[in-house]
């Protein structure tokens, strides 16, 4: 898969350490975050990773900043994203399988280097269940109008 990566100051080492573990899953890293650790404005990296992931560019994104909610939040007002925050494996399998997340997002202050690859691998081995799941997600799109 192609991947679509951003992540703001405070997850700059992160991103490196979940970078090298999804390359090494086979998969293609597209880097659309800050590569030093200069304070800056986490929104312009979660409206790149979402615009492309909804224009089709990316399969899927993976968005990291201190809490991972500030980045998701910038993401989910691209129409057709679905970004969803997880500290845990349990939700990083369920917002693939029951929400379709096109995007998963992590705060680098919130959980370790292990933790965070194994959400990242959580999400990206679950698939999603449709049915009522995408009934429920074309409701949500209703909403975007
Ligand atoms: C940056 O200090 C921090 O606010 C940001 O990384 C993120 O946690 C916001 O949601």
Redo the contacts with the bound molecule.
């Keep these: 898969m192609k991947i679509a990566m951003g992540n703001?100051?405070?997850?700059t080492g992160l991103k490196w350490v979940i970078k090298e573990y999804v390359e090494g899953m086979g998969h293609e890293v597209v880097n659309f975050g800050t590569d030093d650790n200069e304070?800056c404005d986490?929104p312009a990296f979660g409206k790149a990773v979402g615009e492309a992931v909804a224009k089709g560019e990316a399969d899927c994104g993976i968005l990291i900043?201190?809490?991972?909610?500030?980045?998701?939040?910038a993401a989910n007002k691209v129409k057709g994203v679905r970004a969803a925050v997880c500290s845990d494996v349990t939700t990083a399998h369920l917002v693939k399988e029951h929400n379709n997340a096109n995007i998963i997002a992590f705060?680098?202050?919130i959980v370790g280097e292990e933790l965070a690859k194994d959400i990242v691998k959580s999400y990206l081995t679950a698939e999603f269940e449709g049915g009522r799941h995408q009934r429920r997600i074309d409701l949500i799109h209703d909403i975007e109008g």
């Design positions: 703001d100051h405070a997850a304070s986490y900043c201190g809490t991972g909610v500030g980045i998701s939040i705060g680098a202050r």
